[in-house]
């Protein structure tokens, strides 16, 4: 703002004024503008505050539930391990009555081909010998009490063998997995083309 027609010490005295006016006025907007970043200082510091008072809360609420839930891992893990346990021996024990039937089903196998093959005299005891001999040499410890039978039926010979799978837990006698292997065929012979079912 300039003071026009007006020279001398008026003019000097109104410019003073003027001036002193507008340091006045920037002052003040000093003021205003400090007090606005004074105002945002201290809003700044109370949201930091109730900050600090929300977390300080939750870990307070989360050391109460801690102290609450102590030793429940503990407590589920026991009663979960009796049931992982009896899954895993039951899963050992098909393993071992699962290799206790390949014992039988070969010694029944080999003996089977004996007894189809032993001719009329001494078949049953050259079969029998076969198959005891095969558990021995396979598995003797896998199928235990391994009995052998051989059997005839008209023109059929094969060998039957009988055993026990190893228990997974010995203190339970009465739990007894047997197994049971049956292996025949036609008895191999020399037929005669005229129709007859004889074997020479």
Known sequence: MTVQGVTGPRASAATRRERGGQVERGEQGGQVERGEQG????RGEQSEQVERRERARWIERRGRGGRGERGATVIELAMLMPIVLAVVLLIVQ?????????VADAAAREGARIARAGGSDGWQESAEGKARQIVQAIGPQLLKNAQAQAWEQGDQRGVEVTGSAVQVVPLLPAMTFTITSRFGGPIECFRPDDGSDGCE
């Open 39 to 42: 105002g945002q200082v201290e």
């Open 94 to 102: 098909v393993t071992l009555w699962f290799h206790g039937r390949q």
